[in-house]
């Protein structure tokens, strides 16, 4: 394990330094990453990376599904619930089920069962090369919300056929009453979990003496926690993780201190980066042993380039139709949802530019190789490295195609260009300005009476009125508590005003985060 250590910690250097270029090149890190991988793992004096298949999904998968849902927007989640379950779910078993019989015509002794397990592997989209991509171009809120959406709940329908796939490629059989009931099990055993062991852990954080430190490390161990119950009561462990991220998330006002969420914040956001960088990292470095066991089977190299090109095309085509089938039907259905400004060329290139965000990344490499390498009976599992090796040609190709044509094709539609939404400047600023009145509001309320007979409190009050920074002279005990009592109201003010539909999350996020600051600040007087 030593041996592999410093080759571990250069790889993460390179990642960082690959970040950085990213960065500045205004290309999605995930495409230099994946490209660096690759031509790593062609170096022969480099140590191979091997990854053990039980542990994949649980090194990986469960605190990155965790932050994504901490990050997302619960109002925006529900506003959009619709057309996110329908991506998630739907255009997901539609995206499989095309893929399964494609490849069971087109690849000779592929079964379909082989067809819904590659299917499942390569129909989920990718949040983070998505949202790589989206922060060099101006997407709404309303299209980021369900991308981001959409691809949080897809991993879970997507490894769903993933797993009663690899049922049915293991017994040769499928029974469909047995498998419906164990997919209703899935969902509702994967929700119930996730939200009843969420509700624990609220508990414990807000009953237990823990502090920063400890309420971080409770963070950490949460989603490997929710996961592992989740598998070993034989439901999703990927909708547990998800749900009790969701409501955790919507709670973290109640139970998490100003210092737990600040840093907090700070950790999860580089254990997000190191992990999301190993595995687009590891993407590339897999080739060459997906390589080794192709020609092991007999199987020709451009043969399989040729299967995974075509399987990449079909997905992609599968992502468009069903963005328009989408449209079609909530004109047909829900008309009044269309936004009557959007002129007809830009309402009808929307649905292109959705089915163009489809890049594939982490959920389906980990998924590809979690893929047993022998049956039950000990056979070698049927075509498993061509189902690897389409699967990371699948990542290849929609991180290079898409990954980098996506920010061009926006800009050059401009299909998000609104001229009658607000720009974000000025909606912080109006929000901004709406909280220091309702605050002075409050002040003058409780606290007038106070000033008339407390010099510093008068000064203190004085000082906010005229929208100035209060001199430290002027922070005595009594101030402080009624500046700690203030921003205890500016957070009620903003979780009642995150209740409006139109007001970006983004923004209440942000003025929460400067109030923790502000806080963390003031304790440290």
């Not at 989640?77 to 490849?103: H, M």
Request: charged share 15%; aromatic share 10%.
């Amino acid at each position: 394990m030593h041996q592999q250590l410093p080759f571990l910690f250069g790889l993460i250097a390179v990642i960082i330094l690959l970040v950085l270029l990213a960065n500045k090149w205004k290309i999605a890190y995930p495409v230099l990453l994946v490209t660096a991988g690759l031509v790593l793992g062609f170096i022969p004096s480099l140590p191979r990376v091997h990854i053990d298949p039980d542990t994949i999904f649980f090194v990986f998968l469960p605190p990155l599904l965790f932050e994504a849902s901490w990050s997302i927007s619960f109002k925006e989640l529900k506003r959009w619930w619709r057309i996110i379950g329908s991506f998630a779910f739907l255009v997901v078993l539609f995206t499989a089920i095309s893929v399964a019989v494609f490849s069971n015509y087109l690849i000779p002794g592929f079964t379909i069962a082989l067809g819904f397990l590659l299917g499942g592997i390569v129909s989920p989209p990718d949040a983070v090369s998505t949202n790589a991509i989206l922060r060099f171009v101006k997407v709404p809120k309303t299209t980021s919300s369900i991308l981001e959406g959409e691809s949080l709940l897809n991993d879970a329908s997507s490894l769903i056929i993933f797993r009663f796939a690899l049922v049915a490629v293991g017994t040769g059989q499928f029974i469909w009453y047995e498998a419906a009931m164990s997919f209703a099990w899935m969902v509702v055993g994967g929700v119930g979990i996730g939200l009843l062991l969420g509700w624990l852990f609220m508990l414990a954080h807000k009953h237990l003496p823990t502090d920063a430190p400890s309420d971080i490390a409770f963070t950490l161990i949460e989603p490997y926690v929710l996961y592992w119950v989740g598998e070993q009561l034989h439901s999703s462990g990927v909708l547990a993780v998800v749900c009790g991220g969701l409501f955790l998330s919507n709670r973290r006002l109640s139970f998490l201190s100003s210092a737990s969420r600040i840093k907090g914040y700070s950790v999860w956001e580089s254990v997000v980066f190191i992990l999301n960088g190993l595995v687009f990292m590891i993407i590339g470095l897999q080739l060459p042993d997906i390589v080794e066991g192709l020609a092991a089977k007999g199987i020709a190299l451009r043969t399989a380039i040729g299967y995974g090109v075509l399987v990449t095309l079909l997905l992609i085509a599968a992502r468009i139709i069903s963005s328009y089938a989408a449209l079609v039907a909530t004109i047909l259905f829900r008309p009044s949802v269309i936004p009557q400004r959007r002129n007809r060329r830009r309402r009808w290139m929307l649905p292109l530019l959705l089915g163009w965000t489809g890049m594939r990344g982490v959920v389906s490499l980990a998924a590809a190789l979690a893929i047993p390498t022998t049956l039950m009976d000990g056979r070698d599992f049927p075509f498993r490295n061509l189902i690897l090796f389409i699967t990371f040609m699948v990542i290849l190709l929609t991180l290079l195609l898409q990954g980098l044509t996506l920010p061009f094709l926006i800009r050059k539609t401009k299909v998000f260009d609104d001229p009658n939404e607000m720009p974000e400047e000025e909606s912080m600023k109006q929000l901004r300005k709406e909280l220091m009145e309702a605050s002075l509001a409050m002040l003058r309320e409780k606290h007038q009476s106070r000033a008339e007979t407390n010099a510093g409190i008068r000064a203190w009050l004085m000082h906010m009125e005229q929208k100035a920074t209060p001199d430290e002279s002027l922070l005595n005990k009594e101030v402080r508590a009624i500046h700690l009592e203030m921003l205890e109201f500016q957070r009620a003010f903003l979780a009642k005003k995150n209740r409006e539909t139109t007001l970006n999350e983004d923004h209440i996020r942000s003025q929460l985060y400067q109030i923790d600051l502000e806080e963390q600040k003031l304790r440290m007087m």
